[in-house]
Each structure stands twice: as C-alpha cells, then as structure tokens.
C-alpha cells in the first residue's frame, strides 16, 4: 500500500520552450544537443545518450469539402492542420542513470508521486466495496434476480467473485520489486530506453488537473512493464493497467502483476450482464477517483506484424462515460508510441503467423525465456504524446443533455452520435500513436530487401537505404539515425542487431533462412516464409508513414487512364480493401487521397492537373518503389480472393478458413506459381476476409458455436477482377475532385 501523496513536483523544469511548428518540411539534419541543461538538470556532468530529432510531419494538401462515403456528423476531429509539420521533443535515455548508480537504492528511493488533486490513494478493498455497493450494480443485481428467480444474496455473492478475480491489489513492496528487477532487466536486454521528457512534463500536469487514461500502442508484452517502470523512474502516479485475464494462469507472477495495478478482464464478456456491469463499474470507480492514471491498449491486443490493429471501443467508451454523465469535468486522453529497434517476440510472431499455436502464459515459460537476457534487442523510444482533452473533443458534437433525462443508475445503450464519437476518437489516439513512432536505419534496410530476394549487393543497398531515407523524411517519417554514423555503418549496426534475420555474405545481404538447402521443399518453404514474415515485421512500421501516396501510386496503376476521377476510383476501392490492414480515419477518404497526392507532388513523383494525375519520369523509380512495398499486400489478397472465389462453396469458419487457405497458398509456393510468401500470414487472411465482409462479398453470421460465413461467389470474382484491372473499379458517390 503506497503513502499519501504528498504535491511534490519531481520533474524538472523544462530545459528549452517548446519548440513551435515549423511551415514547411526541409532537409533532416541532426540536432544539436543540448548537453550542459540536461548534464545541470540531472546534476550529472557529460552529455547523455539522447536521441536526435528526426525528420518533420507529414504535411497534408488542403481538402475539399465533401468527401465521399458516410458523413461524419459535427466538426470535423482529425484536422489536416494537425499534420502539418513540426519538431518532436527531444529524447532522454533513461538506462544511463541506472548503469551509474545502485538498482536497491533506485527501488528503495523516497516515491511520494503528485496526483489528481492531491487525493490520496484508495485502499482496493475500498473500491471493491464502491463498485459493489453502487447504485448501478445493485440495478442490475436486482433485475437479475427478478429475471432468473433467485436471492439478491447470491447474485451479490457471485459480483463479489468477479472483484475478487479482477481487482487489483497494488502494494508498494511489490513496486519496489518490479522496480529492482526490471533495472537489471532492462539494462540486460536493452541498449538504451528513450523517452521524451517534454511528454513526461506534460503528463505531470495532466495527472495533477484531471483522471488520465494512458493508450500505448502494443507490440510486446514489454509494453505494460516499461510504462510502469517510466512513471516510477519520473515520480509519477503508477496506472492500473487493464491486463487479460491468460496472465492470472502464471503462478506468482500473475499476483506479483496485481500487486502492481493489474487489473484482470475476460477476453469477452459474451451476454454477461453482472460481469460488463461490474467490470464497467469498476473501471468508471478508478477513473472517477482520480488517485492513478488507467492503462490499456486500444488495439486489444499485441499487434504480430508491427502495424497499428484497428481499435476496440468498449473500454474507451467506458472511460468516457464519466464525462458524459458530468460525473467529471474533463478526462485526459494520452497517446504513447512504444518503438522498438528490435521486437522480443519478433520469432514467436512469425510462427504464430504460419500457425504454430502460441505458447500459453506460464511462470515455466517464462523462465525458460529468460535465455533471451543475452541478446541485444537495442534501443527502445517512448513517446508520450500531447495529452488530450475529452471536453475539447466532445465541444460542439456532443449533447450530454439526454444523460441528464435518466437515473445515472439505469443502463443506456450509447447513442448513434456516441458510438460514432468513440470511434472517431480511438482513430485519432492510433493515429496520434502513428505519427510519433520512431523509425530507426533498419527499417529502411529490411524495406529495401525484401524488394530484391533473394540477395542485394552492399553497396547497392547502402545507396538505395540512403535514398530511402531521404523520402522518408520528406514524407515526414520520424527517423532515429545513429549519431555520427555514416550509411555503410548505420547498415552493418543493423546487421549486426538483426543477423537472425539477414547477413552479409560474398558481399550480398541475403535473408537468414539456414536449412532451406536442406530438406523437403515443405520444410524450405516454411524457413523461407519464417524470414520473410519476420523482415516484413520491420518494414511494416514504414508502411505507416507511406501508405497514402504508396495507394495512389498502386491506383495510378491500376486505374484505366489518368483521370483524377478514375485514380481517385481506384483509391477508394483500395482504401475500402486494406482498411483492416492500416489505419485510416472514417469518413475522410478524399483527404488520404490528396494527402497522398500532395506527398508524391512534393518528392516530384507526379504531376497534377485540374483533370489528371500523371507519374513524372523523375519520379517513376519513386512510384515504382512504393507499388512494389505495396505489393505482398495486393497480391496475397488476389491470392485470398481467388481461393475463396473458388474453393468455399458452402458456408464455413475462421478455423476451417484459415487452414484451408494456407494450404492453398503453400501448394503455389511449393509450384513455384507465386512468391508472395506473406499470403502464409494469419494476419493478412483474416484482414482480406473481414474486408470482404465489410464490402458485402461474404456474409458473416452469428450461430450458437461462433460464426460462420457465406461466400458470393460473384460479388468476390468482381472484386478480383478489379485487382487485376479486368473490369474498371466503381466510382465512389459524390466524388468532388
């Protein structure tokens, strides 16, 4: 049980004024450092191992009004002028302090962190008997008895058993050990931890006005971990993290977590009314108090492919509620981006993305992973973004009033205009995450790569990284180069960080895929995809910054001529497709349009007139380059579309789906009729399925044992036939070019 908190700033001052948004994207160069602030601030003599700026945001054309698709009601939340290019914050490496100094005398420090008013924090047990005795749970205790016909009492009995196996029981001891053991951790694993300390003083101030709800992206089960053990190096209130409830299968380690401030949550509520009741409840308690920021992920789950997973709205739509109801004046929303030089569980995603199942949660396997303490997973940068208000949001599209028509106790079905705002929001936070991820050299590296398989000549891909490079920033991707390092070392670090993946051979960089000489041609075809899938992991974080204009290029492909309409037709048609696959905003497709429109005119890739769009031959090596990045994509969902069109006649699952098309795909690798080995992704197979629902192609349908699904038949060969350009794409209503 953690002391009162005492209002007691820890952070220092800012050693700069924020730097203001620049107008214009220009040349990246690396920052000056501003060593004597940060060495006098620290009390520390020398410069620390920050990180340098990379280059500006992406900067998007002005829209015109009217884009097609649903309307989107109110004032618009995702304002091109939020993209408009400026400085990042400069990063803070973290470990240094730790390898100087005592890991007990870190753990055992003075940890008296300022909070939400200077409350105090609640004992559990007093959130417990909050949440059991509040006025919405009896509710629905109530009615339950009434509806099933048994005693309040043991209904009551049967919440108290769900607050027992959720609730957390954070300690301070069990702080202190985290505290202890994830130092000598960390300083194991990692070459260095960065963080933003502009974003840390941001938080500071936020905690201290309003209840906080931390969103990091998720790409490791590090995550959780080192968003903990940041705000207990900064003395800042610990979160209470939303965790699944597999973690309550490791023994000790599950209870060390709870003591933590885990909280643990089902994997789904299905038609449980008492357990979404308390569960809500619950977390509205926490959030309404005020006394520790709460913590999940809007993706749900670790993403396997290092690209951003299309967000899950019920938790987010439970911490808004407090708003709504005016139960708090504001709730500050903070998106943070976790970019990782080299993922832990890079391995065991590619196997689980060939369907190897995953390994379950256990204190047993987590120990026989603790062989991974001799590897070098270099650097890690956090990014803690620009907390964001709920009020400001909600001002102007949001009518609390209806909240006020009706007992706060009696369960509301959120309104049309809610769910569309929830959504909207949990766009804009991944999109915020998105834009602050941080690139390093060999993403650009693994990018070039996979484009020439099966082997690339050094100094080629010396050239054609540095080249990458300089459209990465000019696209405003966020790149972290090593300091003092020139292209040829820069190259061979990540090399040397990544030799599992890739190595230099007769002065060829060739992926790593020991064996493929050797045995049947199942086995070399499962080594070689195991590669792949593991070299794309990489380059997916650079789709991120190129998928508008890498789309435009594809459509400018695809499309019959250069019409700005038929371009335009033909990028809707793929927004629509791979709108599982990437994150985009709903409601704004002619925005991406121009935006990516706007990026290719600004590298001379294109030119634009009132009536055409038409690649330059200046830039066709441009345009080339993004079509083929693009490219495992369109073909293993021709691949996807194909097999469906003609293998599933009858109604079937995801478990019988999923097999039967990475078999599918297997035979033509085996053939040698394909070499688009990411179509052996789980991933992207249920990506192109979902799109096909969403357009109407395959119907889903919910049956006792889970859902099932019905292919037309025609509608996906139409589809197809417009990926390969047989027939030309439909034009999007109202399209206003």
Sequence with gaps: MAPPMARCPRLPPPHRARQPGRGGVGPWAPREAAAGGRAARRGRAGERGAGRRGGARRTMATAAAGAPGRARRGAPMYSQKELTSKKRDEFEDILEERRLSSDLRYAMKCYTPVIYKGLSPCKPNAIKSAVLHSEQVQYVIKQLAKEMGESPDIIQEEATEILDEMGHRMQLGAVRFFAFTLSKIFKQLF??????????????????????????????????????????????????????????????????????????????????????????????????????????????????????????????????????????????????????????????????????????????????????????????????????????LASGRINRCPYNLVPRHLPQKPSEDIQEFVS?????????????????????????????????????????????????????????????????????????????????????????DKGVEDGAVGEIVFRHALAVLMCATYRNQLLNVFVRPALVAVAL????????????????????????????FPGISLKDFEEGCFLLTKCDAIQTSQQEIYPTDKGSGTVSFLSAMFRPFVEGYQLIFRYLSKEMKEAFTEKQFIPGVRNFVFQLLEKGSTQCYEALSSDMQK???????????????????????????????????????????????????
């Design 424 to 512: 909207d929001v949990a766009y804009k936070m991944e999109l915020l995450q998105i834009e602050n991820m941080v690139l390093s050299p060999w993403v650009l590296v693994a990018a070039v790569l996979l484009q020439n398989l099966p082997a690339v000549e050094f100094e080629l891909l010396i050239e054609k990284t540095l080249w990458l490079k300089g459209l990465t920033q000019t696209f405003g991707g966020f790149i972290e180069w090593p300091d003092n390092l020139c292209a040829k070392k820069a190259v061979l670090s990540g090399l040397t960080l990544h030799s599992n993946i890739a190595g230099l051979v007769d002065g060829h960089v060739v992926l790593n």
């Design 687 to 737: 990506n192109a399925l979902s799109a096909l629902v969403q357009l109407g192609a395959v119907k889903k349908k919910k049956m006792p044992s889970g859902f099932t699904y019905n292919v037309n038949q025609e509608a996906v060969s139409k589809i197809l036939d417009m990926f390969d350009a047989r027939i030309p794409v439909q034009k999007p209503v109202a399209a206003r070019l």
């Design 191 to 392: 070459q260095r931890v960065c963080v933003n300390e502009e974003g840390m003083q941001r938080l500071q101030h936020a905690i201290q006005e309003h209840p906080v709800v931390l969103l990091p992206s998720h790409r490791s089960y590090v995550d959780f971990l080192m968003l903990s053990y940041l705000l207990y190096t900064y003395d800042l209130a610990l979160p209470v993290i939303a965790a699944g409830i597999d973690f309550l299968g490791m023994k000790i380690v599950g209870e060390l977590l709870r003591r933590a401030g885990a909280f643990f949550m089902r994997r789904s509520f299905g038609g449980n009314r008492l357990y979404w009741a308390v569960f809500a409840e619950y977390v509205k308690t926490m959030l309404r108090s005020g006394y520790a920021p709460i913590e999940f992920f809007l993706e749900g789950t670790r993403s396997r492919t290092a690209k951003t997973l299309t967000p899950k709205f019920g938790l987010l739509s439970i911490v808004m509620e407090p708003f709504f109801k005016r139960e708090v004046f504001d709730t500050y929303l903070v998106p943070i981006s976790i970019s990782y030089e080299r993922i832990l569980e890079e391995s065991l995603y590619a196997y689980e993305l060939l369907g190897v199942p995953k390994p379950k949660e256990s204190t047993s396997g987590l120990l026989k992973a603790r062989r991974i303490l001799s590897d070098n997973f270099g650097t890690i940068h956090i990014y803690v973004g620009q907390p964001v208000s709920l009020r400001t």
């Design 557 to 584: 492909q695809m499309a019959p001529s250069f019409r700005k309409e038929e371009v335009y037709s033909c990028f809707n048609f793929l927004r629509d497709v791979f709108s599982n696959e990437f994150i985009f």
